[in-house]
């Protein structure tokens, strides 16, 4: 059974103009699913809808939605619930940086909103759907960061920990109602999100990796792996974090580490 005839027509990707998101979607498209794009940006919706039908030879549909707003969830749902979306791939997120007390609630409260209540809400409504054709497949995006400590780090480490901790589980749950679930934990990426960012991982031996090969890992992964982590380094850093040093220790490291990557106007 190919790609297509495995996950059906549809895919639905957040965050798919940019970044891991964009490249799932043109890797999904290439396998010839049609793809429903959501992000915030009008024109890129619009950019990268027509690369793609105009490459793929697919159906593209766009809905403009900012997902830390509940009714742009709930415009997302209306939007698709017409179509049977065979992949579910929820790459929308946002980071803070910096001290945790020293950044604005009403930013963190956005964040949690986008990288948890987003993709649980909408993870629960398409999963179920999934579960009623009895297959489907959802992908997942967490990150190292979501494995070990991260202070300055702190409110969207503990999102990509939600991710991690909530698509495994789920991952054994939906196994047994014919749908794929697998979490991608990227490292260091070559995203908007870290080039726009004040963290500086050239001081680090992190090396970035490009999303169109972070999203080649999660797709071949989706159905066969619970969590797949894209290449020997990061998987290395995991490892250690989590399994070879204390929670202090990690900690510590983590710490360490962040004071050296990030600018100094955040300590």
């Given at each position: 059974?190919?790609?297509?005839?495995?996950?059906?027509?549809?895919?639905?990707?957040?965050?798919?103009?940019?970044?891991?998101?964009?490249?799932?979607?043109?890797?999904?498209?290439?396998?010839?699913?049609?793809?429903?794009?959501?992000?915030?940006?009008?024109?890129?919706?619009?950019?990268?809808?027509?690369?793609?039908?105009?490459?793929?030879?697919?159906?593209?549909?766009?809905?403009?939605?900012?997902?830390?707003?509940?009714?742009?969830?709930?415009?997302?749902?209306?939007?698709?619930?017409?179509?049977?979306?065979?992949?579910?791939?929820p790459c929308a997120a946002v980071?803070?940086?910096?001290?945790?007390?020293?950044?604005?609630?009403?930013?963190?409260?956005?964040?949690?909103?986008?990288?948890?209540?987003?993709?649980?809400?909408?993870?629960?409504?398409?999963?179920?759907?999934?579960?009623?054709?009895?297959?489907?497949?959802?992908?997942?995006?967490?990150?190292?960061?979501?494995?070990?400590?991260?202070?300055?780090?702190?409110?969207?480490?503990?999102?990509?920990?939600?991710?991690?901790?909530?698509?495994?589980?789920?991952?054994?749950?939906?196994?047994?109602?014919?749908?794929?679930?697998?979490?991608?934990?990227?490292?260091?990426?070559?995203?908007?999100m870290m080039e726009n960012s004040?963290?500086?991982?050239?001081?680090?031996?992190?090396?970035?990796?490009?999303?169109?090969?972070?999203?080649?890992?999660?797709?071949?992964?989706?159905?066969?792996?619970?969590?797949?982590?894209?290449?020997?380094?990061?998987?290395?850093?995991?490892?250690?974090?989590?399994?070879?040093?204390?929670?202090?220790?990690?900690?510590?490291?983590?710490?360490?580490?962040?004071?050296?990557?990030?600018?100094?106007?955040?300590?």
């Amino acid at each position: 059974m190919n790609f297509k005839e495995k996950y059906g027509a549809w895919a639905l990707i957040t965050g798919g103009t940019s970044g891991i998101g964009a490249e799932i979607a043109t890797q999904v498209a290439a396998k010839g699913l049609n793809i429903i794009l959501v992000a915030r940006r009008l024109n890129l919706l619009e950019e990268s809808a027509k690369k793609l039908e105009d490459a793929h030879g697919v159906l593209v549909k766009i809905v403009q939605a900012d997902l830390s707003k509940q009714e742009d969830i709930t415009k997302v749902i209306a939007a698709s619930n017409h179509l049977e979306i065979g992949l579910f791939v929820p790459c929308a997120a946002v980071e803070t940086h910096g001290v945790t007390t020293n950044i604005p609630l009403e930013k963190e409260l956005a964040l949690i909103q986008l990288n948890i209540t987003s993709v649980f809400t909408l993870t629960h409504y398409f999963a179920g759907r999934m579960v009623e054709r009895g297959c489907g497949g959802v992908l997942l995006v967490s990150s190292i960061i979501g494995h070990m400590p991260n202070p300055y780090l702190s409110n969207y480490a503990g999102s990509k920990a939600y991710i991690l901790n909530f698509g495994t589980s789920l991952h054994w749950e939906m196994k047994k109602k014919g749908v794929d679930v697998t979490v991608l934990s990227p490292g260091p990426t070559e995203t908007p999100m870290m080039e726009n960012s004040d963290i500086d991982m050239s001081k680090t031996p992190m090396t970035f990796q490009s999303p169109a090969l972070v999203a080649t890992y999660g797709i071949e992964a989706l159905g066969k792996k619970a969590v797949v982590i894209p290449g020997f380094k990061n998987n290395m850093m995991v490892f250690m974090a989590s399994r070879l040093v204390s929670t202090s220790t990690a900690i510590k490291m983590g710490g360490e580490m962040m004071e050296k990557v990030l600018n100094p106007r955040y300590l």
